[in-house]
């Protein structure tokens, strides 16, 4: 076991730090007031009646600490172990909107810091469950989209920048897709996984006059699976039939999704 890896890991841990800032300052100075109390000499003089009791006193103290936030940390929260990163996201923007009952455009638009030189493209993975044809893009100038092997339900792609990054460089990215989905088969929701340090995520939803979507919500969940988020937001459409979240400092690993209900299906739609 890499002691040395396993310790920063668990100082990168949401909320360690603060805690040991306040555990271990309360531990010392509880040994210093217990200690502090008498001198050298009046401790060489204390029978092991009293001095054993007092050090045992302060061990029990320092091992419930322990314990706490061993508790805290490890048995109430998933542990996502430090990976090497390609890029910070200074802002993440994902935009669905319905055009028609049958047509939407989905885009991801990023404002990415490099975290090291030789960067010259971002890879990126989506999955459509619609039924219909697809239209990917990269609008912005000298930009490009390149599709990769799929994975599972993934369709994996690269967009190249059209030049190479140096470190702490930034840029900005965005993929449109333009949809059809004629059989009504695609799930009522978009959702992101946070996988790289994110500073900002918005969520953005538009509907067409008309639309029978009438309120959308934003949950936090750990997975697609998840039955109970960890909270949800609940809007109602208004005349813009537009709804927007901006999360700030989103967490790592957790997955943010958008849903609505369209009361025109006369049945569930197909899972992903």
Same mark, same amino acid.
């Given at each position: 076991?890499? =002691? ?47 001095? =054993? ?62 975290? &090291? ?49 140096? &470190? ?10 333009e949809l059809e989905d004629t059989l009504e088969t ?71 999704? =958008? ?14």
């Amino acid at each position: 076991m890499d =002691v040395g890896k396993w310790f920063k890991d668990l100082l990168a841990k949401e909320g360690v730090k603060e805690t040991l800032h306040l555990v271990v300052p309360i531990a010392f100075g509880l040994s210093a007031a217990a200690v502090g109390s008498f001198s050298f000499g009046e401790i060489l003089e204390l029978s092991l009646l009293v001095t =054993v009791p007092l050090f045992v006193f302060v061990g029990l103290i320092l091992s419930t600490a322990a314990a706490v936030a061993y508790r805290r940390f490890f048995t109430r929260r998933p542990h996502y172990p430090a990976v090497p990163q390609d890029f910070r996201v200074l802002k993440s923007t994902i935009r669905y909107e319905f055009r028609t009952p049958y047509r939407m455009v989905y885009a991801r638009k990023w404002r990415l810091r490099a975290l &090291k030189d030789g960067h010259d493209r971002l890879t990126d993975k989506y999955s459509w469950t619609g039924f219909g044809e697809i239209r990917m893009s990269a609008p912005l100038d000298g930009q490009r989209v390149s599709t990769l092997d799929r994975q599972g339900v993934w369709n994996r792609y690269d967009v190249h920048f059209g030049r190479t990054l140096s &470190k702490r460089e930034e840029i900005e990215v965005e993929v449109v897709w333009e949809l059809e989905d004629t059989l009504e088969t695609s799930v009522d929701f978009f959702s992101k996984t946070i996988e790289r340090p994110t500073d900002e995520l918005e969520m953005v939803f538009r509907t067409y006059p008309g639309s029978p979507v009438q309120a959308v919500s934003l949950q936090q969940c750990r997975t697609l699976e998840l039955d109970v988020p960890h909270w949800s937001d609940q809007r109602t459409i208004d005349e813009d039939r537009f709804v927007r979240w901006l999360v700030k400092r989103p967490k790592f690993g957790q997955l943010y999704r =958008v849903s609505w209900i369209d009361k025109s299906r006369d049945e569930e739609p197909a899972s992903q």
